[in-house]
């Protein structure tokens, strides 16, 4: 149904499926969450870089 492109409905779904055993279902349900938040994720993490932050601040 594409739900897997809205991060938080993505995470839950991945997380159903694994608490279900259905390990590959959760495979390709993660897949597709990654494809839409891979760059969002790299950005984030080159901005962490640049700015000498290896660890999450909080």
């Known amino acids: 149904m594409g ?5 938080f409905i993505g995470n839950s779904l991945v997380r ?7 390990l590959d279902r959760a ?5 597709k969450c ?8 790299l950005s ?4 962490y870089g640049r700015r000498n932050m290896p660890k999450d601040p909080v």
């Open 34 to 41: 990654l494809r839409e938040t891979l760059c969002r994720g």
């Open 16 to 22: 159903f499926y694994e608490e279900c055993r259905d």
């Open 3 to 7: 739900l897997e492109e809205n991060v």
């Open 44 to 47: 984030l993490i080159c901005g």
């Open 27 to 31: 495979w390709q349900c993660l897949m």
